[in-house]
């Protein structure tokens, strides 16, 4: 079954906790991104990747990494989490960059940063 | 600039009700795509439709539709003898695809909270 799965799908930690969101899709997709979605502003895009090794900032980086080293991968860093960055978190991929198909999108991660 | 408007921020109806959710986008792109996601009161986000920038049609899909008209900037989303499992947030979002722009990102609207009541 074609998937992106995100890990964990709830989170509550403490500020400065160094913490780690996983995202991995089977679908051997080049592009993938990660959204955060807080109420009112819709999703917005935080860091994506074209291929391996090759990321770039998306709209609200500040206070994201992100690394490539594989296809199937795409974890989320949060190196110091504060809590304006409590939100609910996607990882989402697609075949092209072309924007041809559809992003398939995980299940959402839910952070809590108190 | 590629940006996504969804003016409505919350309809509610009755069921039975037939409901539009406006999208207007902007974008100096030639080629482009438009999208509709849904998300359930359970969180994930659900893929609706994709439109190209050069396929005009309207498309139905059981109750179902989308209008998309070039002319006035929009695509918007028509649920026919609303459900009360139409309940749910509704995104609309614009990727675009000319040389130069960032291929493959979607920018999404701020979403329309449809509540459909029994």
């Known amino acids: 079954e074609a998937q992106v799965t995100q890990n964990p799908r709830y989170l509550i930690t403490v500020t400065g906790k160094k913490l780690t969101v996983t995202c991995s899709q089977n679908m051997n997709h080049e592009y993938m991104s990660w959204y955060r979605q807080d109420p009112g502003l819709g999703l917005r895009q935080i860091y994506y990747s074209m291929n391996v090794e090759v990321t770039d900032k998306g709209d609200v980086p500040e206070g994201y990494k992100v690394s490539r080293k594989e296809k199937r991968n795409f974890p989320l860093i949060l190196e110091s989490p504060s809590p304006n960055q409590t939100s609910l978190y996607f990882c989402?991929?697609?075949?092209?960059?072309?924007?041809?198909?559809?992003?398939?999108f995980g299940q959402g991660t839910r952070l809590t940063v108190v | 600039a590629q940006k996504v408007t969804q003016a409505q921020t919350e309809i509610s109806v009755v069921e039975k009700e037939d409901v539009t959710l406006d999208c207007v986008y902007e974008?100096?792109?030639?080629?482009?795509?438009l999208f509709w996601y849904k998300q359930p009161p359970s969180g994930e986000l659900v893929f609706l439709i994709r439109r190209n920038s050069f396929d005009e049609q309207n498309e139905i899909s059981g109750r179902y539709s989308w209008n998309f008209q070039k002319s006035t900037s929009s695509f918007n989303f028509t649920i026919t003898a609303s459900q009360v499992v139409d309940s749910a947030v509704y995104f609309c979002a614009l990727s675009a695809a000319d040389r130069g722009s960032t291929l493959g990102r979607l920018y999404f609207g701020r979403g329309t909270q449809l509540t459909v009541w029994p």
């Open positions: 989402a991929s697609s075949l092209s960059p072309t924007g041809v198909g559809e992003a398939f």
């Open positions: 974008t100096r792109d030639t080629t482009y795509y």
